[in-house]
């Protein structure tokens, strides 16, 4: 699993943008200066709706105090998908959303969730990685259903 002082591996994942869909590697995109990115098991689901990306779309200006330059979230979700839930929520310009439609970087980060007991295949755990120049400062994963160590108020908290 990621750790604390790693960097932020390469990959390709994809966002929604006016030109169509974009391959983005999180390791550049994230990579400078101070960058939160949280990842959800999956859009339009409770929680995640209710709660995880609505606290950081809340919290945005708070973040940006705490120097905070670019938060996104990740989901084992196609494009589309997260871009019809970012303008859902009213996340755009404020929360990046990048699509992980495999999940070959949720597995790549050691943070894969295996909910196929459930119908929903695998995702990613519910966590936040706080990040300095492209490097993990602060890595929390949920436990289990919770929503605790990655809200946008933890975050805050840490940073």
Known sequence: MIAVGDALPSGTLHHKTAAGIEAVDPAHFLGA????????????????????????????????????????????????????????????GTVEMLADGNGDYARALGLELDLTAKGLGKRFQRCALVLENGKVTHLAVDEGGALDVSSAEAVLAVL
């Open 33 to 92: 200066g101070k960058a939160v990115l949280f990842a959800v098991p999956g859009a339009f689901t409770p929680t995640c709706s209710d709660s995880h990306v609505p606290g950081y779309i809340a919290q945005a200006q708070a973040l940006r105090d705490k120097g905070v330059t670019k938060v996104a979230c990740v989901a084992v979700n196609d494009a589309f998908v997260l871009a019809a839930w970012s303008k859902a929520l009213g996340a755009e």
